[in-house]
């Protein structure tokens, strides 16, 4: 029997006409041993919050402050961006206070991830979008996605059960749980919570190769080995799951590709520290780009970066892998562009946290790195071209590195929006993949003067004619593209868009 459990929707409502918490309510009782029963009322989680601000030297501190006395960045709050492009909106944080994460997109509403739960917004006026929903779902990072009436969120961190109204706790407790959830969203105001899968290591990210009768995910997740029991090495691959979609309760692990087959206790994958100083160990991916139109993927895979084959959705293979053991610290994420011929993989230098889009750092490292596609089919290589960073001044109290982005659909060329924390968003040309450039930007001041605090441009995606970013701490951001190297974009409309499931902007292969 299907089943499903009301989530916790934190919205106003015509009726109400105020914000309250919604008691939490089955169904149709319990699907047995995979939806649990929540607590009447449920509280956001403080437990999967970022870590807190951190001091800084006074040096640094002063340098900030000069900084902006001098008018080389802009004061704590203050709104900076370039003539090209307007700030539309800003919808601050209301019921679901922790971290905002990732976006997704579908019609005329735009799914905003929280470490809390998720938000879903109707910007069928992107001057003044409105909030349709905020469901409280705590879990970090609360990765989303979407595909016809089905929405997916990650959940990576230890918590005392699959429900929407777990805490956290230790994961070496044998009932804690972390994996994948599944809400129904046929009602976008009414999101219903489904089904639940644990996966080994949790989910940091996931991405979907969907097909008509089915979704696959595919489950990124990593180490510290040292905290999560089913992360120690090898933990060198990733959780295929498959979701029917007119029975989502059936969703199930199908298999698990190693992706870094080797030998010894390690696995096969980049042994970091101390063989390659600075650059993380391979314990797992951190995320996946997949281009169905292709066939192909995109693993952004802590110490290595690879290309693999995705011809059967069920065994995705390796078909190329590459590193970077001078400049990159953690292989994060990666984007296409339309016509498959180059990657931009990004490094996560100090993993999100820290201030490194500084003269200190330099302009190769905690960036992008460019990569040309060449040869075809399965002997398709790797080559390395460029590496682009924001050429913008950004304070010693910022956390700052390359981040999630996405392609801005012009023929010819390749675009790319993309979010860098409190370095803000840069949209970019890397047409040239020697010599790639930025035409526009938008940014906020430090946060803080005296602490690094962090916060900034989680994701900053490009959907039917304008940029949706979601801020860590502000909030959800709209703005608009106005320069005649972008403007042919805004003839391109999509009914959907998870951006780590890159679509045929222009149907190349449309016979």
Same mark, same amino acid.
């Given at each position: ?14 009726? =109400? ?5 919604? =008691? ?14 929540? &607590? ?31 008018? @080389?960045? /802009? ?16 919808? %601050?944080?209301?019921?679901? /206070? ?131 029991? @089913? ?25 698990? /590709?190693?992706?870094? %087959?080797?030998?010894? &206790?390690?696995?096969?994958?980049? %042994? ?13 991916? +951190? @995320? ?43 292989? +994060? ?22 201030? =490194? ?5 330099? &302009? ?38 390359? +981040? ?24 970019? @040309? ?5 010599? %790639? ?11 803080? =003067? ?58 190349? +292969?449309?016979?």
């Amino acid at each position: 029997m299907e089943t499903e459990e009301t989530a916790v929707n934190l919205s106003p409502t015509p009726r =109400t006409r105020r914000r309250r918490l919604a =008691t939490v309510a089955a169904a149709a009782g319990l699907l047995a041993g995979l939806l649990t029963a929540a &607590p009447a009322v449920a509280t956001p989680d403080p437990g999967d919050s970022p870590k807190s601000p951190s001091a800084v030297s006074r040096s640094d501190a002063a340098k900030t402050r000069s900084a902006i006395e001098k008018g @080389d960045i /802009p004061g704590p709050g203050v709104v900076d961006h370039s003539d090209n492009i307007q700030h539309l909106a800003n919808i %601050p944080k209301e019921a679901l /206070p922790g971290t905002n994460s990732d976006l997704a997109f579908q019609g005329k509403y735009a799914f905003a991830g929280n470490y809390d739960g998720f938000r879903v917004f109707d910007i069928s006026n992107p001057k003044r979008p409105r909030t349709v929903a905020q469901v409280l779902c705590p879990g970090s990072q609360n990765d989303i996605s979407v595909s016809g009436d089905l929405l997916f969120l990650s959940t990576d961190s230890s918590r005392s059960d699959n429900s929407c109204a777990s805490a956290t706790q230790p994961a070496t407790e044998k009932s804690s749980w972390e994996g994948m959830k599944v809400f129904d969203i046929s009602d976008k105001a009414n999101p219903k919570y489904v089904a639940a899968v644990e996966t080994a290591c949790g989910s940091h990210t996931h991405t979907l190769v969907p097909e008509r009768r089915n979704v696959y995910v595919y489950v990124s997740s990593y180490g510290p080995s040292d905290t999560f029991p @089913d992360c120690k090495p090898p933990h060198d691959g990733i959780s295929v799951i498959k979701v029917p979609r007119k029975a989502p309760q059936k969703a199930a692990v199908i298999d698990f /590709p190693v992706l870094f %087959p080797g030998e010894g &206790p390690d696995g096969g994958g980049n %042994p970091g520290d101390p063989t390659n100083p600075g650059v993380s160990k391979t314990t797992g991916c +951190h @995320d996946i780009t997949v281009l169905p139109s292709e066939d192909l993927a995109a693993g952004a895979c802590m110490g290595d970066g690879i290309l693999f084959s995705i011809r059967n959705p069920e065994r995705p293979r390796v078909i190329d892998r590459v590193q970077d053991n001078v400049n990159f610290a953690f292989w +994060h994420s990666a984007t296409f562009n339309q016509r498959a011929d180059k990657v931009v993989f990004t490094d996560e230098l100090g993993g999100g946290g820290a201030a =490194t889009c500084n003269d200190e750092v330099g &302009p190769d490292r905690g960036a992008d790195g460019i990569y040309d596609v060449t040869g075809r089919g399965d002997k398709r290589k790797l080559s390395f071209r460029s590496y682009y960073k924001i050429p913008r001044a950004q304070a010693d109290t910022e956390n700052c590195v390359a +981040h999630n982005g996405s392609l801005i659909p012009v023929k010819g060329k390749d675009l790319m929006v993309q979010a860098w924390y409190q370095g803000g968003v840069s949209v970019w @040309d890397f047409t040239n993949s020697s010599r %790639p450039k930025e035409i526009a930007y938008f940014e906020r001041g430090p946060l803080s =003067t005296d602490t690094l605090s962090v916060g900034g441009s989680w994701s900053a995606y490009y959907y039917n004619g304008y940029i949706y970013s979601n801020d860590m701490s502000m909030g959800f951001d709209v703005l608009k593209l106005d320069d005649r190297r972008t403007d042919p974009a805004k003839g391109v409309r999509l009914d959907e868009l998870n951006v780590q499931t890159q679509p045929d902007y222009f149907d190349r +292969h449309r016979h």
